[in-house]
């Protein structure tokens, strides 16, 4: 099966705002539409999977750019992915499209976005502490949890409380629980 090419195809049409059709994207692969769903594990697979590429790239500019080193640095790095995460309008617009689907994929254990991240940012604090750099306040896999959470709360947050999101306040939350204060954290 041509799995790559439906994610790319399926990527494309999410980032261009539209609803994901698994009958429309196999037919564009040259593939049955049963296929799809059984390699998918179905739509809602299907878009974390599309959802996690694009996050993944996200997190990989995020850390990229982040600045410093040891708590500071991992606080700069939640700061990078919210400002990436909100700038990222087809997260805005499958929020508007389907919120229910949106919490449940992006938001929980069983969307299967959400552990990603969580993994991902254990990887980098795991390497700010074979640095030297960061003792951890937690186990690492707490923390990375938690930090994943406090940058929901401000991604999401017009969402969640009708405000507005603000990644200068993951950055203070983070670095707040990494025991970073006062410090510079861009």
């Avoid at 689907?101 to 502490?129: H, N």
């Avoid at 401000?154 to 670095?175: H, M, W």
Wanted: include cysteine; charge should be neutral.
């Amino acid at each position: 099966m041509k799995s790559d090419e439906v994610l790319a195809l399926a990527r494309d049409r999410f980032v261009s705002g539209e609803r994901l059709e698994m009958g429309e994207l196999a037919a564009l692969a040259g593939v049955n539409r049963s296929t799809v769903y059984r390699r998918f594990n179905g739509r809602d697979g299907l878009l974390g999977e599309v959802i996690w590429s694009l996050t993944e790239m996200t997190m990989d500019a995020a850390a990229r750019r982040a600045q410093g080193q040891g708590g500071a640095r991992v606080a700069s790095m939640m700061r990078e992915f919210a400002v990436r995460a909100n700038g990222a309008r087809y997260f805005r617009d499958f929020f508007a499209r389907e919120p229910e689907r949106a919490w449940r994929l992006m938001t929980t254990k069983a969307g299967g976005v959400q552990p990603r991240i969580v993994d991902r940012v254990e990887t980098f604090i795991d390497g700010e502490v074979l640095a030297g750099t960061l003792v951890p306040p937690l186990p690492v896999p707490d923390l990375a949890l938690i930090l994943v959470r406090i940058t929901e709360t401000f991604v999401y947050a017009n969402a969640i409380s009708g405000e507005e999101p603000d990644a200068e306040k993951v950055a203070q939350a983070c670095g707040a629980m990494l025991g970073v204060h006062n410090a510079v954290i861009g």
